[in-house]
Nanobody
Framework: QVLLVESGGGSVQAGGSLKLTCTAS????????MAWFRQVPGKEREFVAA???????????YYHDSVKGRFTISRENAQNTVDLEMNSLGPEDTAVYYC????????????????????WGQGTQVTVSS
């Protein structure tokens, strides 16, 4: 059974920081991709960031424009983990954050789409107050 478990969500004031961690078990994604999405009630799940395997421990990283310069995604490929360091948070970042994974590395616009990913975590709430 493949499981993705997120941790690190919580509440923070605007301008603050949080770090999310996702740990996968049940199979390896070391040569695949791991990503973060977020969702607010009534809206579609939105791409945040992704790390796609390139070689060894090196990954290509991608970000949604709204988080560039504020969020950093990092992976430990061999450990099946992916982190999302979030800085300068604002109320617009309030959402449930989901970890996602796929077994192969891809590029292009398809990596922005939720249906591209085969496995999902249960989500962790991030709330930013003004």
């Amino acid at each position: 059974q493949v499981l993705l478990v997120e941790s690190g969500g919580g509440s923070v004031q605007a301008g603050g920081s949080l770090k999310l961690t996702c740990t996968a078990s049940g199979r390896t994604f070391s040569r695949g991709g791991m990503a973060w999405f977020r969702q607010v009630p009534g809206k579609e799940r939105e791409f945040v960031a992704a790390a796609m395997w390139r070689s060894g421990e090196t990954n290509y990283v991608y970000y949604h424009d709204s988080v560039k310069g504020r969020f950093t995604i990092s992976r430990e490929n061999a450990q099946n983990t992916v982190d999302l360091e979030m800085n300068s948070l604002g109320p617009e970042d309030t959402a449930v954050y989901y970890c996602a994974a796929r077994g192969t590395s891809i590029s292009g616009r398809t990596l922005l789409l939720p249906e591209t990913y085969d496995y999902w975590g249960q989500g962790t709430q991030v709330t930013v107050s003004s």
